[in-house]
């Protein structure tokens, strides 16, 4: 059986500390005279009888969530939470709840895909709660990495298993323990990018803003023209801060607390900066030759815009689509990669491509020697067969989801090229897709709201790493 009365109470602490974070905006609206202070109140006011009505109605003696219950409750708690944090932009200036809806799932899931405009000069408020969203979607999704998903074994992240990937009661303190270090290394970080980009020649509160989308890998601006509106200097703090969120930042704490430099020793770590440094230069070598750019502009612009994607931020730059064919491939590629597990980024990640390339050597080498034995390792850690069928199972329901998500975009009118796209963008958290309508220029605002819906689906799928919520969908979760 479900435990729904702890579940109910798990989703009230979440939707109570959402209503305390709507008070940030307020704050802002507050300070800055905006009539949105109104639709702040309304929305806290709201969130918090929902809040407290469950938490009430839920209260246990303790809390004991057993394998099924934590896939109800990462599912549930995601909508539950974007419903409610979709009030405010619902409330502001007579958006439909679509749209509100759409650009709340997109900054919870740090997708960053956007259907507002004029962002130059929309409300300071509005702004900061974009950035919120993200910033608090980072965090959480960091801590549903480390210590659930491990867990539940999905996508073959039992290879990630800690002491905090355990829901029993024995291991609560270790769980609240890792979150706590997780967290404060998390807002330290985002503390030192504002601070970077408020020296790279931003104000304070598009530096605070900036940070919080930069760290969360969400991509969230405070201009319509996204980075581009800043300096060459706060390009270069995009790229130092982008991937540090794409970083494992378990792996962060871990290192400073030993005092150490085990991270950089990690072989999804290196694999990742490897990977980024060599398609980086690559494209600026390209951009060099071929678009007579200086080398430093050349590798200023190909970094951005390389770890940008890779890491699923989804800033805005340049249409790097008008560098040309083989930049146009690449970083169709690129929106499907993702960086670290553990981080904040989206997509199929690095480890998973890292072990399907060691299965392959594996298959190669049976091939000659059909009797051999060859066991395969990572990180120091045996690759089971369990591990392996569940990294299959993830790789086929990913292009699944992308496959049908594009079949849906089609239906609604979109070309081929933006349905494609904007169904990886989707799935994988990157942002921007490809095209002139979903395009690093572009914009989903011209959409229909069927196409938003199902995309705003697909953020959802793809945040959560899919499993976790197709394992939903099969009749036998639910008959015990």
């Not at 009888?49 to 969530?65: E, F, K, N, V, Y």
């Not at 709340?104 to 259907?115: K, L």
Request: charged residues 10%; neutral net charge; glycine residues 10%.
């Amino acid at each position: 059986m479900i435990n729904l009365k702890q579940l109910v109470f798990v989703i009230g602490i979440f939707l109570a500390i959402l209503t305390g974070f709507m008070l940030i905006p307020m704050g802002f609206a507050l300070a800055y005279g905006e009539e949105t202070i109104g639709d702040f109140m309304l929305s806290a006011l709201f969130t918090g009888i929902i809040a407290t009505i469950c938490i009430q109605s839920g209260r246990p003696h303790d809390i004991r969530l057993n394998i099924r219950d934590m896939f109800v409750l990462t599912s549930a708690t995601w909508l539950a939470v974007s419903f409610c944090a979709a009030l405010p932009f619902t409330l502001y200036h007579g958006i439909t709840y679509t749209d509100a809806f759409f650009e709340t799932m997109s900054g919870i899931t740090t997708t960053g895909s956007t259907v507002l405009s004029g962002l130059d000069s929309m409300d300071h408020s509005i702004l900061i709660w974009r950035s919120l969203l993200q910033w608090l979607g980072g965090i959480g999704f960091i801590v549903m990495a480390v210590a659930v998903l491990p867990f539940l074994n999905v996508g073959g992240m039992r290879l990630f298993r800690t002491e905090s990937s355990d829901w029993s009661d024995k291991t609560t303190p270790r769980t609240q323990h890792m979150a706590k270090h997780l967290f404060l290394l998390y807002a330290g970080l985002t503390l030192l990018c504002a601070l970077a980009y408020h020296l790279a020649g931003m104000n304070w509160f598009q530096a605070i803003n900036h940070a919080m989308t930069t760290l969360s890998t969400g991509g969230y601006s405070t201009s319509d023209s996204s980075m581009a509106h800043f300096s060459n200097a706060s390009h270069w703090v995009g790229v130092v801060f982008m991937l540090a969120g794409g970083l494992p930042l378990l792996m962060f704490v871990q290192s400073i607390q030993q005092r150490n430099l085990s991270i950089w020793n990690d072989q999804q770590v290196k694999g990742f900066l490897l990977f980024v440094g060599v398609v980086s230069l690559s494209i600026a070598v390209w951009l060099y030759f071929h678009k007579e750019l200086a080398f430093i502009d050349a590798l200023r612009l190909s970094s951005f815009n390389v770890i940008s994607v890779v890491t699923t931020t989804g800033y805005g730059l340049t249409d790097y689509q008008a560098w040309g064919a083989f930049a146009g491939t690449a970083f169709l590629f690129l929106m499907l990669v993702g960086s670290c597990s553990g981080s904040t980024s989206g997509g199929i990640k690095i480890f998973r491509f890292q072990i399907a390339m060691a299965i392959m050597r594996q298959q190669i080498k049976h091939q000659f020697h059909p009797n051999g034995i060859f066991k395969e390792t990572y990180n120091g850690h045996k690759v089971h067969d369990d591990i392996v069928r569940s990294l299959v199972t993830f790789f086929m329901l990913f292009f699944l989801v992308i496959l049908s998500l594009s079949m849906v975009l089609v239906l609604t009118g979109l070309d081929t090229m933006t349905s494609f796209t904007g169904a990886i963008t989707a799935v994988a958290n990157v942002g921007p897709g490809l095209g002139s309508i979903i395009g690093p220029a572009g914009n989903f605002s011209s959409l229909s709201d069927v196409a938003k819906w199902a995309l705003a689906i697909g953020m959802l799928l793809g945040r959560l790493e899919i499993l976790t919520v197709a394992v939903l969908f099969h009749p036998q979760f639910w008959r015990y």
